[in-house]
C-alpha cells in the first residue's frame, strides 16, 4: 500500500488536530483493507427501526465505496447469543457483530480493541454511563462502542390515574415533562405504601420474581438501592451482611401485594399485566406503552415513564445496554472502525432513537435530551425522563460491582429473585442466605 511520508513538521502539525477531526476523517480504502463489510446487527422489534440502521449504513456505504451485507439477528430462542457463540468457536462470521450487556465480556479476547475511536467519541459525545465502562471495558480495552439500538432503561411505568386515585401520588408533578424530577419523597419506603394501596384497591404493581431478564434487573436495582452485593468489586463474598438481609425483607413485604403468580412471570408478563389495565406500575423500558398505543390507546394516554425509588444507598435504575463489537478475526478492521464512527455521530444516532419510537437509549450523557422524547405521546411528554436526562438516577445492572464473569452467572440463574422468593415463601433468612452464598461460591470456582 503506498501511503504518502510527512516531514517532521508536516508530522507535528498532523498530531494536533483536534479530536473531532480525528472522528469524522474518511475511511481509506487500501491494499490490506477489502472492500466488503459483513454486519450482525440485533433485529429490532419496533417496525421501521431496522430500516434506519439500514439507511445509515448504506450511505456510509456508497461514500466510501465498501460493499457491505447486513444481517438483521433475532433475539428470539436465544440467537444472538449462538451466533456469538458459533462465530466464536469458528473465528469466522460477521466483521461486526452487536452483543448485548454480558457478551463483550465473555469474549473479550477475541475482539478487537477500540479505544482509537472511544476516546474521541467521549469527547465529542459526551462520557458514558458506569453501566458501559462496567461491561464495555476490560483491562483498560474498550471492547465495543456503546449502541443506542436495543440500550434500555426498565424503569418504572405508571399509570397516572390509578396512582393518584389510590396512593394519592401525582406521576407527572413528581416527574414533570421539561424540567427536574422533584422527586425526594418518592423512596422505596413511599414505593411500599404505594404498591399496598394499590394492591387493596384491586390493580396490584406487576413486578415479577421469575427467572428472566425483567424480573432479574428490577431485584438488582432495588438491592443496590440498598447496598446489597453478594459478591463485591474484588470478588470478594458479601452475602451475609446487613445490606442484603434489608433487602430481602423489603422484597418479602412487597411480594404481599403483588399477583399471586410472579414467580412464574417471564419478560411478557409485565408488558401483558399493563396493557390488560389490570396494574398500577410496571418496570419496563416503552415496549409496554408502545403497545398499549397501538392495542388499548385508553390505557396508553394514562402511562407515565419516570425514574425509580430511592432507597438508604441511593436511587438506581437498570440499564442494558448494547454494543457494536468487532471480531478480531475480521478482515476488514478499519472499515468496521470507519463504520461505528459514522453510526456514533449524533446525528445518527437521534435518526436511530427517532425510528425506534423513543425505545433506543444513547450511552452518551449529552444525547439524553433528544426532541422525541419530549414530543413522543400520549400523552406529551410520557417518555421525557427515560432516558435519565438530569442523571438523577445511577444506572446500573443486577449483580455488579460484581467482576462480569462472575456477575453473568449470578444474573443468568437469577440468584437474586430466587432469594427473595425463598425468604418470603417462609425460609430462615439465614438458610436463603446460606444458600446464596453457596451459589456465589460455585460461581467464582466456575
Not at 393518584?164 to 413528581?174: L, R, T
Not at 418479602?252 to 396494574?279: E, M, Q, R, T
Request: glycine residues 8%; hydrophobic residues 40%; charged residues 20%.
Amino acid at each position: 500500500m503506498s501511503r504518502k511520508k510527512l516531514s517532521r513538521r508536516e508530522f507535528v502539525a498532523a498530531t494536533a488536530l483536534s479530536s473531532a477531526a480525528l472522528i469524522t476523517a474518511p475511511y481509506i480504502r487500501g491494499a490490506y483493507a477489502a472492500g466488503k463489510l459483513s454486519i450482525g446487527f440485533w433485529d429490532h422489534w419496533v417496525p421501521g427501526a431496522n430500516k434506519a440502521s439500514t439507511e445509515l449504513v448504506n450511505e456510509w456505504a456508497a461514500k466510501e465505496k465498501v460493499e457491505v451485507t447486513i444481517d438483521y439477528i433475532p433475539s428470539q430462542g436465544g440467537k444472538t447469543q449462538l451466533t456469538i457463540a458459533a462465530e466464536a468457536q469458528a473465528k469466522s462470521g460477521h466483521d461486526i457483530l452487536q452483543m448485548p450487556t454480558w457478551w463483550p465480556q465473555a469474549q473479550a479476547e477475541l475482539l478487537e480493541p477500540v479505544n482509537d475511536i472511544m476516546e474521541p467519541l467521549v469527547k465529542q459525545n459526551g462520557q458514558v454511563n458506569g453501566t458501559v465502562r462496567y461491561l464495555g471495558q476490560a483491562n483498560g480495552k474498550w471492547l465495543g462502542v456503546p449502541a443506542s439500538v436495543g440500550s434500555q432503561i426498565k424503569g418504572p411505568c405508571s399509570r397516572i390515574d390509578l396512582m393518584k386515585k389510590h396512593a394519592g401520588i401525582d406521576v407527572q408533578e413528581m416527574y414533570p415533562a421539561g424540567s427536574p424530577a422533584k422527586a425526594d419523597n418518592w423512596t422505596l419506603d413511599t414505593f411500599l405504601k404505594a404498591a399496598e394501596a394499590c394492591h387493596k384497591a384491586g390493580f396490584p404493581f406487576g413486578i415479577g420474581l421469575g427467572e428472566t431478564s425483567d424480573n432479574v434487573d428490577t431485584a438488582g436495582a432495588i438491592f443496590q438501592s440498598y447496598g446489597a452485593e453478594l459478591v463485591d468489586a474484588k470478588g470478594n463474598l458479601t452475602v451475609k451482611t446487613d445490606a442484603v438481609r434489608q433487602a430481602l425483607e423489603f422484597y418479602k413485604k412487597l411480594i404481599a401485594f403483588l399477583p399471586p403468580d410472579v414467580s412464574a412471570w417471564d419478560d411478557a408478563s409485565n408488558n401483558k399485566w399493563l396493557v390488560s389495565g389490570k396494574g398500577a406500575m410496571i418496570m419496563n423500558p416503552p415496549s409496554a406503552w408502545a403497545v398499549a398505543k397501538r392495542d388499548a390507546p385508553q390505557i396508553a394516554e394514562q402511562c407515565w415513564t419516570h425514574g425509580f425509588p430511592a432507597g438508604p444507598k441511593g436511587r438506581f435504575a437498570p440499564y442494558l445496554p448494547f454494543f457494536w463489537n468487532i471480531w478480531a478475526f475480521s478482515k476488514n478492521k478499519e472499515a468496521a472502525k470507519s463504520l461505528l464512527v459514522h453510526l456514533s455521530q449524533p446525528s445518527a444516532i437521534e435518526k436511530m432513537v427517532v425510528a425506534s419510537g423513543g425505545y433506543d437509549l444513547p450511552a452518551y450523557e449529552n444525547l439524553t435530551k433528544l426532541k422525541v422524547w419530549q414530543e413522543e405521546g400520549p400523552p406529551k411528554g410520557t417518555l421525557y425522563h427515560y432516558p435519565n436526562p438530569y442523571n438523577q438516577q445511577t444506572l446500573s445492572i443486577a449483580a455488579s460491582p460484581a467482576p462480569p464473569k462472575i456477575a453473568q452467572q449470578i444474573y443468568a440463574q437469577a440468584t437474586l429473585t430466587k432469594m427473595c422468593l425463598r425468604f418470603a415463601q417462609g425460609e430462615a433468612m439465614e438458610k436463603t442466605l446460606a444458600w446464596a452464598e453457596g451459589e456465589c461460591e460455585g460461581f467464582m470456582r466456575s
